[in-house]
């Protein structure tokens, strides 16, 4: 069965400070990757997605992620954090069932930011 | 173009009543997928809806169903609800829900059972 597992529930980072975000999938067949933000009380935006190619994949707000399969990890990275990077952090595996996608989800780790 | 909107954004029901919560999706997406966002369980995977059929479903019990209209709108029934569907219900659309396509989520309905 797919899961993906984010092993950091809390992470608390200094403003200007660079960030990474685990995330670590079980899926039997290549995976499609994606990361999710969440600010409190609105539904998740996507901030990039993995499917093939280059496994390093650029994505909005400055974020990036790389994909190693040797490990199966999605690692979530910024340079220099801003306090409006403030959120939850999802990441997801797209796993195909009847042809059609399902997302499944980590926990999600809860991002704070120190001023 | 406008995103993916749900109503109610809030609702309080009491045990043993019904709910219905509606999803718009964007236009021209085919494929609805609906989420239950609980901090116990996390997000989880409800159905999805192309074209009218239930393509995919979840591991949630009878009493969770759903259903598409002709203008791809979604609709998400709970029945005979129980404190623990307290949950942020959230709705997702994509062009046409296969590999890879990113799905647009809504802001969700936070519903709250007493």
């Known amino acids: 069965a797919q899961s993906v597992t984010q092993p950091d529930i809390h992470i608390t980072v200094s403003e200007g400070a660079s960030l990474e975000l685990r995330c670590n999938y079980s899926?039997?067949?290549?995976?499609?990757l994606f990361w999710y933000v969440q600010s409190p009380g609105q539904g998740l935006q996507l901030l990039l997605k993995?499917?093939?190619?280059?496994?390093l994949v650029q994505g909005i707000k400055g974020f990036e992620a790389e994909f190693k399969r040797s490990q199966s990890s999605f690692n979530l990275r910024k340079p220099s954090v801003h306090w409006s990077d403030a959120a939850e952090y999802f990441c997801?595996?797209?796993?195909?069932?009847?042809?059609?996608?399902?997302?499944?989800f980590g926990q999600g780790t809860r991002l704070t930011i120190n001023p | 173009k406008a995103g993916v909107t749900q109503t109610p954004r809030y609702l309080i029901k009491t045990r043993g009543q019904q709910v219905t919560l509606s999803c718009s999706p964007i236009?021209?997406?085919?494929?609805v997928s609906w989420y239950q966002q609980t901090p116990g369980q996390g997000l989880q995977f409800l159905f999805e809806?192309?074209?009218?059929?239930?393509?995919n479903k979840g591991n949630f019990p009878g009493r969770f169903s759903g259903r598409q209209f002709s203008n791809s709108r979604s609709e998400m029934n709970v029945s005979t609800l129980e404190l623990g569907d307290s949950a942020l219900y959230l709705c997702?659309?994509?062009?046409?829900?296969?590999?890879?396509?990113?799905?647009?989520f809504g802001p969700g309905t936070r519903l709250t059972v007493l």
């Open positions: 997702a659309s994509s062009g046409n829900g296969l590999a890879g396509n990113e799905q647009f």
């Open positions: 809806y192309f074209s009218e059929t239930q393509r």
């Open positions: 899926y039997g067949a290549t995976p499609y």
């Open positions: 236009s021209g997406h085919r494929s």
């Open positions: 997801a595996v797209g796993a195909l069932i009847q042809g059609a996608q399902k997302l499944v």
């Open positions: 993995y499917f093939s190619g280059d496994t």
